[in-house]
């Protein structure tokens, strides 16, 4: 079993900052890809951004250049720089990592519960 845990999100103006954490735990071998995913109010989730084992990274093209992403193997965790924030990054944002496990020895899609981020004034 596997659990992610987030936290960091909250209510910010148009053009501050969060930051938002999430830390795997449980029976875990290794950790492959670690992402943050969001999903506005009658949106589709999308991939905001991700980090591979080896560290590289992946962002949507509405985050480049304002967010940033880093992991920390050893605690397994990651975590979403967010500056120049806009209302339109209001969002659920979820953690997601592909585990492989002791139980099973398989990579497995791992979600978070998600965090809410909303931006306004």
């Known amino acids: 079993q596997v659990r992610l845990v987030e936290s960091g999100g909250g209510l910010v103006q148009p053009g501050g900052s969060l930051r938002l954490s999430c830390a795997a735990s449980g029976s875990i071998v290794s950790i492959n890809i670690m992402a943050w995913y969001r999903q506005a109010p009658g949106k589709e989730r999308e991939l905001v951004a991700a980090i591979t084992a080896g560290g590289s990274t992946n962002f949507a093209d509405s985050v480049k250049g304002r967010f940033t992403i880093s992991g920390d193997k050893a605690r397994n965790a990651v975590y979403l720089q967010m500056n120049a924030l806009k209302p339109e990054d209001t969002a659920v944002y979820y953690c997601?990592?592909?585990?492989?496990?002791?139980?099973?020895?398989?990579?497995?899609?791992?979600w978070g519960q998600g965090t809410q981020v909303t931006v306004s004034s």
């Open positions: 997601n990592a592909l585990v492989r496990t002791w139980r099973t020895y398989k990579d497995t899609d791992c």
